[in-house]
């Protein structure tokens, strides 16, 4: 039956492709908008992500990585003290301003890391070294925001104003974008607080490290009984960062809807392609019912043709959901095409040519004979 379904489908060609890119359309539309969900996510976290740090301390109350008060200069030396910890690094993200060439106000976001992060901080470079940002006063922007920020490229060496304090670009990312789509900013932590008008020894995030995993719980529960300062797990923190920014902010929401109504949309699409396919072979199931096909052969008909269609249909569609993942890049945008997003691509695609085919195979079973003659 295998055989008769297939030569089947491929024999009326207009119904055939009509099918194909019907499918394909709502397996790309699953997998775009499942991708740039993930990717918006990706982006809410993505500093925390790249950091190194079993725990996080910041200051009670903190709930995402883009709000939260100054940690004094003392609480290192007591994170540090504590007998679980390896190492404790600082980290500064603050809401900035610069000052572009024309006299023109941005906000940008400064991150300043500790000088034993330079290795992954910042990440994706596209113009200078790691190096490059040890000079005093030196900055990091991404190259999609430099025509914003009104910087030339290449842009290495141009002055930037960030609270009206003179630096230098001494390197440039690429890739690296907020979810609030405010620049990013990066600077060794001396020059972050110098541009901040912080204090030495000021920071926003404390990053420790554990000597053992089994001590995280104690050292969480000695730090949330200090009063005014708390600690957070790494992957803790970024469930809570993505939490906020895509369930409980508004862009998040809209974000979740839309993924959600292209999903739906696949869903009518793929329902209504295999339906009208079906249909139009009525007549010739009917004759093999007539000649003795039973209704496990009719039924497998349908199934082969769905199931054809729904394996054609999503590898087109991650051929063109990776077109559409460089596309989106070269917009400023994050689409996501990850093993998940291509497992939930193919789940929903196969789960609906599924019901689909079996509603319809419902229709032929119901048959009658006379449906040759009609």
């Known amino acids: ?173 690429t890739g690296i974008r907020a979810f609030t789509v405010v620049p990013f900013v990066f600077a060794e932590a001396t020059s972050a607080r110098a541009l901040n008008g912080m204090a030495e020894g000021q920071s926003t995030y404390l990053l420790a490290d554990m000597n053992d995993a089994v001590c995280e719980r104690d050292f969480v529960a000695w730090i949330g009984g200090s009063g005014d300062l708390q600690a957070v797990p790494q992957k803790e923190f970024e469930r809570m960062t993505a939490d906020y920014w895509m369930t409980r902010s508004g862009a998040g929401g809209a974000l979740g809807f839309s993924a959600l109504l292209g999903l739906l949309v696949g869903v009518i699409v793929v329902g209504q392609t295999l339906y009208s396919l079906v249909g139009g072979h009525l007549r010739e199931l009917a004759t093999w019912r007539t000649m003795g096909a039973t209704s496990r052969e009719l039924l497998s008909f349908v199934l082969w043709q769905a199931g054809f269609l729904a394996v054609a249909g999503t590898m087109l569609a991650i051929g063109l959901a990776v077109a559409l993942r460089e596309a989106a890049t070269l917009g400023g945008l994050s689409l996501v095409v990850s093993t998940y997003t291509l497992l939930l691509g193919f789940g929903s695609t196969f789960t609906t040519c599924g019901l689909s085919a079996l509603i319809s195979g419902l229709r032929v079973l119901r048959l009658e004979p006379a449906e040759v003659f009609k």
């Open 1 to 173: 039956m295998m055989n008769v379904a297939l030569r089947t489908l491929f024999h009326e060609r207009g119904k055939f492709v009509a099918a194909l890119l019907g499918v394909c359309f709502a397996a790309t539309l699953v997998l775009a908008q499942s991708g740039l969900y993930f990717g918006f996510k990706g982006m809410s976290t993505t500093v925390i992500s790249h950091l190194r740090g079993d725990v996080w301390v910041m200051a009670k109350g903190t709930q995402l990585f883009d709000s939260a008060d100054r940690v004094s200069a003392g609480a290192a030396e007591a994170v540090a003290a504590h007998p679980c910890v390896r190492g404790v690094r600082s980290l500064i993200m603050s809401w900035a301003t610069l000052r572009k060439p024309s006299g023109a106000v941005d906000n940008v976001q400064l991150i300043g890391f500790a000088r034993d992060d330079l290795d992954v901080v910042p990440w994706s470079l596209a113009d200078g070294l790691p190096a490059d940002l040890h000079a005093p006063m030196r900055v990091a922007v991404d190259r999609w925001d430099l025509p914003r920020l009104e910087l030339g490229d290449p842009a290495i060496g141009a002055p930037v104003e960030v609270n009206d304090v003179r630096a230098y670009v001494g390197a440039v990312t």
